[in-house]
């Protein structure tokens, strides 16, 4: 008689397995979810923050202290999904509200009062004393002092910004004439607006068209089509994409610039970077306001930034050879370091002092023949779309400018993609050209060249840049995502959230009362604090809130639809933290 293996095990599909049936197989047991992630999940299908961040509130006048959890705030979706998806849609909000505006989103300031004349009259006399003691030699600190005492007592009085309005420092620039490879730009006469032209139809329709803009970088060599790859990575040219990369956001600047020239109005816009397959960063622009595609082609094409930064032709540290940190005699505490460094960097064989950026700097401002380290220009494919007020399009262009405001740079890469090998090996190729590549004037990088980075301080070594530029989620650029022009909506992001906040607190039926920002004292709670609140816990307290909230929303709505309300009776009360 021989003996029958007994069946594998499996339990039934209608009867749930008990995780803490220690019976079960340990195979069995290992397909089971986590509980914790089971709740993560459910948190992140309920819109709660998965890293809210604890606060303590301790009411000064009661002395009761309370814990609140204040979502993360993250824009990445790899971080928190939730967070990074209300910040999407609070761009959505943002774009929508400023492109297709009718009236001029400008305040007028108001007028000035007699205290705030006295202030500045008063600031005037303080002055003019200030000088008199400095031509005279004496000493104008407490002068300084009392001048910097006064300007606070102007902002405090109701007056924005500085009294002097400009630079304390004279800004260094070089020459502004064109490019003789770049073609003209025309001109027009300057308007105070900063609305575009309105045209109307046949039926007497007034329509108010805009502008939806795509730029891109140029070609650096054959791409695979579809993949986003180099046909030949060896004739591809990572050097040029990499200083593109890295100062992609000048060459927007540039071309704010010269559109506003062109349109003859202040041009407003809301634009967002994203990379293309190929991992260069490109643009999207929605713009208020209309001009032919012919003149923004034009301009794209006449749109060029020179990088005037110390050559890179040379490298003269590498591996082992290294130079050295050297601290400078003490100054005294009443003295300080012209350049603000407290020592130098030495060539390790000659001890010579290596130059520091603004030295650098100065010998290219004194060589007539010098040429910029690099000159960005966007390529050939420039895509220009009329877009109408309330229509469909325009719905789907703000998605599409915002839809990948979640992911970054490095995301399209799809690190467990078996066939996405040549696009991972094309980005690392990429990561490796901008690894000693200089991001900024405090670069580390730059004593690779014999140049002292701007502020150097010791522990400074070439190809350990910590800058944003050099991580490989975001592949050589380091400027925001999100491009929106200060008359766009005439609103801060905060002041869109407020207007979000409003509208939920008014669904609800809860009062939005302005309380003492001084009553209370927010403190966060130490990851070491022994009283700090479990992080599952306070994901389920956030899903709990959640569905009160969405319950209250649902009894709501019912009612204005005049249909049966609900039994929310066991549903608890509503709490809202102030």
Not at 215 to 224: A, D, F, N, V
Not at 289 to 296: D, K, S, V, Y
Not at 497 to 524: C, F, I, N, Q, S
């Amino acid at each position: 008689m021989t003996d029958t293996p007994a069946p594998p095990f499996s339990p039934a599909a209608d009867v749930p397995a008990d995780a803490s049936d220690r019976t079960l197989p340990r195979l069995v047991r290992d397909t089971l979810p986590l509980a914790l992630d089971v709740a993560v999940e459910v948190a992140k299908l309920n819109g709660v923050c998965i890293r809210p961040i604890e606060l303590r509130r301790l009411d000064t006048q009661t002395g009761k202290s309370e814990t609140f959890d204040v979502p993360c705030g993250a824009t990445q979706e790899a971080k928190c999904p939730p967070c990074a998806k209300r910040n999407r849609q609070l761009r959505r909000a943002q774009c929508r509200e400023g492109w297709h505006l009718d009236h001029e989103p400008i305040a007028e300031p108001n007028p000035s009062t007699e205290d705030q004349r006295w202030l500045i009259e008063f600031r005037a006399d303080v002055q003019a004393q200030r000088d008199a003691a400095e031509r005279n030699g004496e000493d104008v600190a407490d002068w300084d002092e009392a001048i910097r005492g006064i300007d606070a007592e102007i902002n405090a009085a109701g007056m924005r910004g500085n009294v002097l309005a400009g630079r304390t420092a004279p800004k260094r620039s070089r020459s502004t004439k064109r490019r003789q490879d770049a073609p003209d730009l025309p001109k027009r006469a300057r308007q105070n607006t900063t609305l575009g032209r309105t045209f109307v139809g046949v039926d007497g329709t007034v329509l108010r068209p805009s502008l939806f803009v795509t730029l891109t970088l140029p070609s650096y060599g054959r791409i695979q089509a579809g993949r986003g790859v180099p046909v030949n990575p060896a004739t591809y040219d990572y050097a040029r994409a990499a200083r593109d990369a890295l100062h992609f956001s000048k060459l927007v600047d540039r071309f704010v610039q010269n559109l506003r020239r062109v349109a003859g109005y202040d041009v407003q816009y809301f634009a967002t970077v994203e990379p293309q397959k190929r991992l260069a960063p490109h643009l999207h622009m929605a713009i208020r306001g209309t001009l032919p595609r012919a003149e923004i082609k034009a301009i794209a094409a006449a749109t060029y930034h020179q990088v005037w930064w110390p050559s890179v032709d040379e490298v003269r540290f590498e591996g082992d050879h290294l130079p050295v940190w050297a601290p400078r005699a003490d100054l005294g505490d009443d003295q300080a370091y012209p350049d603000g460094q407290s020592g130098d960097y030495l060539d390790p064989e000659t001890g010579e002092v290596l130059p520091t950026w603004y030295e650098a700097l100065d010998r290219l401002d004194q060589d007539d023949d010098a040429e910029p380290l690099h000159v960005l220009r966007f390529g050939d494919q420039v895509d220009v779309q009329g877009v109408i007020a309330g229509s469909p399009d325009a719905h789907k262009r703000i998605g599409y400018l915002t839809k990948y405001l979640t992911k970054s740079l490095g995301d399209p890469l799809d690190p467990d993609d078996a066939e996405n090998s040549a696009r991972r090996d094309h980005a690392a190729r990429m990561v490796e050209a901008l690894r000693y590549e200089p991001c900024a004037p405090t670069c580390p990088n730059w004593l690779r060249y014999g140049v002292q980075p701007k502020g150097a301080k010791p522990g400074m070594a070439p190809g350990r840049c910590r800058g944003k530029a050099h991580k490989a989620e975001h592949l050589g650029y380091a400027g925001r995502r999100v491009l929106v022009s200060r008359k766009w909506s005439n609103k801060t992001l905060r002041e869109h959230k407020a207007d979000r906040r409003a509208w939920v607190l008014d669904m609800l039926g809860l009062p939005d009362e302005a309380t003492d920002p001084h009553r209370y004292v927010w403190r966060p709670v130490s990851t070491k604090d022994p009283n700090r609140t479990p992080l599952p816990l306070r994901l389920l307290r956030g899903v709990a809130n959640r569905h009160r909230i969405r319950a209250r929303l649902l009894e709501l709505d019912t009612r204005a639809n005049g249909s049966p309300v609900p039994d929310l009776s066991a549903v608890p009360k509503l709490e809202v933290a102030a």
